[in-house]
């Protein structure tokens, strides 16, 4: 387990790393496609679906509570998303900046987790 402090850091990162893939999915979603219908659909469809699958199931609070494996599957769809849509853009160095930082922050979130639930039992 990490130390307090640290987990309260990581725990803060993770939700701006939220909020930002859903800040890449709209700007993604604005930038793609011809015709104003189009850009409005995908800016505002794409994080919405993100958020719906999100809140249904990732989120600490979830509305279906299921396995920590699709839990990391809703993780790795939104956050492989978003940064496909960054990459799409041609914001490559953006694109990769964030699906490194996404993983790793998903992974010690995890790991720490874990180590607390286990030193609860």
């Known amino acids: 387990m990490?130390?307090?402090?640290l987990h309260v850091v990581n725990e803060g990162l993770a939700f701006v790393i939220e909020v930002a893939a859903l800040a890449a999915l709209c700007w993604w979603g604005f930038s793609t496609g011809s015709g104003a219908v189009t850009h409005l659909l995908l800016g505002i469809g794409a994080p919405l679906v993100a958020a719906v699958l999100w809140g249904m199931f990732a989120a600490p609070k979830a509305r279906f509570q299921v396995p920590l494996a699709g839990v990391l599957l809703v993780k790795f769809l939104v956050?492989?998303?978003?940064?496909?849509?960054?990459?799409?853009?041609?914001?490559?160095?953006?694109?990769?900046?964030?699906?490194?930082?996404?993983?790793?922050n998903t992974v010690v979130a995890t790991v720490d987790r874990r180590a607390l639930m286990h030193q609860q039992s």
């Open 2 to 5: 990490i130390p307090a402090p």
């Open 79 to 104: 956050f492989a998303a978003a940064t496909a849509g960054l990459w799409a853009i041609d914001r490559h160095t953006l694109a990769t900046v964030f699906g490194v930082v996404a993983a790793v």
